[in-house]
């Protein structure tokens, strides 16, 4: 084993996975560990996020308990399911699992299972979340299914220099319509890390929602890669809210592979502190006549950082693709910085593409409007931050997320949407 | 400059004199294929430069051995051999022909299409240079000389700069790009062998258009060109660099530097039209041209840059401005047209560093044939860039289903007084916007050159007058064929 320093740290206290993964993606999987550096600010990729801070920390993995979660549950739905460090937690989940739809948990699965086409191969966060898996889940729904509730599927990190590996797949069946809800939290410890992937397919005809909350501390690490796979006629919706976290990257890498797709990336990023959020995402039009439409908001305020990178590729022969996307930012303080990359790599002719990125700060003009109303300087801002991020709130259909992101955003920043 | 004395107006002329008639004798002199030190001090010595000068070189020689050819842009192509290239009497080997019947047709008929004439279409092939025509150039040229000459207004070639007045060159030279900027600008300051020297005293505004174009021998560009234009205090000058007429040359590698200096108050505006040769129509040949081009504004300044880029085979090409000085201002105006296999990895850089800095960004991609063209811009505001503001936007047009237009800006920003805008599009000419022109009688051609001017005319009303109805009907020549 060689001790570079810039490798992620392979020691004695992690265990490799006893999930029955295939030797194979194993077998890859710890050569990619061993051989590749944590990426620093040379990959165009990490330019501005620096993980090599993950590199120094000596992680380990132990189950953890919590006695009261209720803080933790977004949604009062009958379906929700917990796990903590990246553990089941048997207690806190629901027993109860909606027709139509077949949850099993990883560690629970008998046969062995084989990473799914859509891994990205060579990447040092996706192969130490294989080789170090902890639990996950494996959703499929049945074809036809229309589920009346969310699934809500709960990430919960406790204790010291924990990094958690968590996995969840989920299978759209075709003409299937379902819902779901992500929540990553952390509830005490510092240097604590949660890696997580997933791989979602959208079959045919399917209609598939994810609203995903990313409250953990200031005190922990979060790397999220979504992949997707969108078959034709489907419709996909993500909103990504990030709230905490010292270090967030979210990677989402949707593959539209079929024709007459919808695609829906939403998300909002508010920082205070030294926090530092990534968004990544792109969106590949493999196929002709597709939609996509992506909007990130932020704010930022004290010594924050944001990073928002967008790309758009519109294949050769893909024609007809209407594709946008959008990214506005707003600063509050001094030292707050954004860094926004919006792309477009396109190949085809007949198409209606266009991004557009904007950064400023809250209109004087319009504080001053409000204070002349007798609104104090403060709520003069809040109201205008609100309004800020009500188109992106605007897209969460289940008022039960909305109301619960006000209550953090509340809680966190004393802002009243 | 107020020492800048006949005498040495007329030293100038009888340089320029000299050298024309020196063309001949330099071209015989051929260094040898490769790239050493000691072909450097073979350039520096053959070119009777101070010893700083050769030292600079030599220091950049080193810089560029370490350095690694960049591989970022979206642009793909094999890789010049640096070794198989002779590196002295590169810039005077444009395609001669031997007589006017020679000229291939295509070449002909384009410079008819350009309006052309036929003295000066004689004169950019090269064949029978006329002696009338000569002595009608060199009387232009000195009237201008005499005129700029009164304002005190330096421009002159690269050497003689280096020759007459050291002190500038020295001072200025790679204070905005220096050797370690990057490969290509590490080799040209290593090997350059000539190009333009401007400089505008305090207070004047330069009374004409400066162009290359103008100035004695210096119709053919080199290799490795470099040019340093300085604006002292509360001047002004126009500056043109190219030709629409198109450029045949053997060189296929060419890494010019560009460097312009804007005092306090002071105004440079830089137009550029490139027509280089862009390989055929199966994408074989054409000239490779990576330039660095970067302005330095200080405060209460501004520099502006326009662009209209329709030839080489790979455009690699960056026009900066680095905000320096408060109140200062940056534009960039440009148009990249890509045919057949051409490729072109353009946009720009603004600086953001002193408070109140306002750029602007404003490019034109279209896209024909199987070319790819892409943008790539950063904009960087600084922590101290109070009330920065910047506004972008990159359009592409699409006239085929081969082609390919990228857009990757890139968007920095520390500080919250800062407002940003970017907005890009993508699409192809709209069905009924042909249809409209064909419902009017105009055809189907004329209307896509129709649309495309329109398209490109916030741009083209950047350039000089002359330029912009040249360049007009160069971008229907450009696109010529792509219908369909």
């Known amino acids: 084993m060689t001790e570079q320093k810039n490798n992620f740290n392979l020691n004695s206290l992690l265990k490799e996975t006893a999930i029955n993964i295939n030797k194979e993606d194993k077998k890859n999987a710890i050569s990619v560990i061993k051989n590749t550096p944590l990426p620093n600010s040379k990959i165009e990729n990490w330019k501005y996020t620096r993980v090599s801070k993950l590199g120094n920390i000596n992680f380990e993995n132990n189950k953890a308990n919590i006695d009261n979660i209720s803080r933790y549950i977004i949604d009062d739905t009958k379906y929700s399911f917990i796990f903590i460090n990246g553990h089941f937690s048997n207690i806190h989940s629901s027993k109860k699992i909606p027709v139509g739809v077949e949850i099993k948990v990883l560690s629970k699965k008998n046969n062995e299972f084989v990473n799914s086409s859509l891994k990205i191969k060579g990447e040092i966060f996706n192969a130490i979340n294989t080789f170090y898996l902890n639990d996950g889940l494996l959703i499929d729904i049945k074809p036809g299914t229309k589920l009346e509730k969310p699934i809500q599927i709960i990430h919960i990190l406790k204790g010291d220099n924990i990094i958690s590996n968590f996995k969840v797949i989920i299978n759209a069946g075709e003409s299937s319509n379902s819902s779901f809800i992500q929540g990553f939290f952390c509830d005490s410890g510092n240097n604590n890390f949660c890696n997580s992937t997933s791989e979602i397919q959208v079959a045919k005809n399917a209609k598939l929602n994810i609203d995903k909350i990313q409250s953990e501390s200031e005190q922990s690490f979060h790397i999220n890669t979504e992949q997707v796979k969108q078959e034709q006629e489907s419709i996909f919706k993500i909103n990504t809210f990030t709230l905490n976290g010292r270090i967030v990257r979210n990677n989402l890498n949707i593959h539209v592979n079929g024709q007459n797709c919808e695609t829906h990336l939403n998300g909002a990023y508010v920082l205070k502190n030294n926090q530092h959020v990534d968004n990544h995402s792109i969106v590949d039009h493999k196929v002709e006549n597709c939609i996509s439409h992506e909007l990130y908001k932020g704010v930022m305020d004290d010594n924050s950082t944001a990073v928002f990178n967008g790309k758009v590729f519109v294949r050769k022969n893909a024609q007809k693709i209407n594709a946008f996307q959008s990214n506005k930012n707003i600063l509050l303080s001094d030292n707050a910085s954004i860094n926004s990359k919006p792309e477009l790599e396109i190949y085809a002719d007949d198409v209606k593409c266009s991004h557009g990125s904007t950064i400023g700060e809250l209109d004087q003009n319009s504080i001053f409007y409000l204070k002349t109303r007798g609104l104090s300087d403060k709520s003069a801002r809040n109201i205008l931050i609100s309004a800020f991020f009500q188109d992106v709130i605007n897209n969460i259909e289940n008022q039960n997320i909305k109301g619960y992101i006000s209550q953090l955003l509340n809680d966190r920043f004393e802002w009243n949407f | ?286 000239i490779f041209n990576f330039v660095t081009k970067r302005g330095l504004c200080e405060k209460n300044s501004k520099i502006s840059w326009t662009q209209v880029e329709t030839g080489s085979a790979v455009t690699w090409k960056y026009p900066s401005c680095i905000l320096k000085g408060d109140n200062s201002i940056g534009e960039f105006y440009s148009v990249a047209v890509t045919n057949n296999f051409q490729q072109a990895d353009t946009g720009t850089k603004m600086i953001h560093l002193g408070k109140n800095t306002k750029s602007t960004i404003i490019s034109k991609g279209i896209s024909a044939g199987k070319s790819n063209n892409s943008y790539r811009g950063l904009v960087q505001i600084h922590k101290n860039a109070k009330n920065a503001r910047n506004f972008s936007q990159c359009d592409s047009l699409l006239m085929s289903d081969e082609c390919g237009a990228h857009t990757f800006p890139y968007i920095e920003c520390k500080n919250k007084n800062a407002k940003i805008e970017h907005e890009a599009t993508t699409s192809k000419i709209g069905e009924d916007q042909i249809f409209y022109c064909l419902q009017r009688g105009i055809t189907e051609e004329k209307a896509i050159s129709l649309i495309v001017n329109g398209y490109c005319k916030e741009i083209l009303n950047k350039l000089p007058m002359e330029f912009a109805v040249e360049a007009q009907k160069l971008l229907t020549i450009s696109l010529e064929g792509s219908v369909g």
Request: aromatic residues 12%; proline residues 5%; contains cysteine.
């Open chain 2, 1 to 286: 400059m107020a020492n800048y004395t006949e005498d040495q107006l007329a030293q100038d002329l009888k340089n320029q004199e000299y050298k024309f008639g020196f063309t001949t004798d330099i071209k015989s002199d051929k260094a040898p294929k490769g790239l050493t030190e000691d072909i450097i001090k073979l350039i520096s010595s053959k070119k009777q430069e101070p010893e700083w000068l050769l030292q600079n070189r030599l220091k950049a020689f080193k810089i560029w051995k370490s350095m690694e050819n960049p591989n970022w842009a979206h642009v793909k192509f094999t890789e010049p051999k640096f070794q198989d290239i002779s590196y002295y009497a590169a810039p005077k080997q444009s395609k001669k022909y031997e007589s006017w019947e020679d000229v291939e047709p295509e070449m002909k008929e384009t410079m008819k299409k350009l309006g052309i004439s036929l003295e000066e279409q004689k004169r950019i092939t090269g064949t029978n240079v006329a002696v009338d025509f000569v002595m009608d150039s060199v009387s232009v040229a000195t009237s201008f000389q005499s005129k700029l000459k009164e304002l005190g207004i330096i421009f002159c070639s690269f050497s003689e700069a280096v020759k007459e007045h050291p002190n500038l060159v020295k001072r200025y030279m790679g204070s905005v790009v220096p050797p370690s900027d990057n490969f290509y600008a590490a080799l040209n300051s290593a090997v350059f062998t000539d190009g333009s020297f401007c400089y505008i005293p305090k207070g004047v505004k330069c009374p004409m258009e400066l162009s290359t174009y103008f100035r004695i021998n210096e119709g053919e560009t080199g290799q490795f060109e470099r040019t340093l234009v300085i604006a002292d205090e509360d001047s002004y000058v126009s500056y043109l660099e190219g030709c629409t007429a198109p450029q045949r040359d053997e060189n296929q590698l060419h890494a010019a530097v560009v460097e312009l200096i804007a005092m306090e108050n002071a105004e440079i505006k830089y137009s550029t039209v490139q027509n280089w040769y862009p390989g055929d129509k199966n994408g074989l040949g054409g």
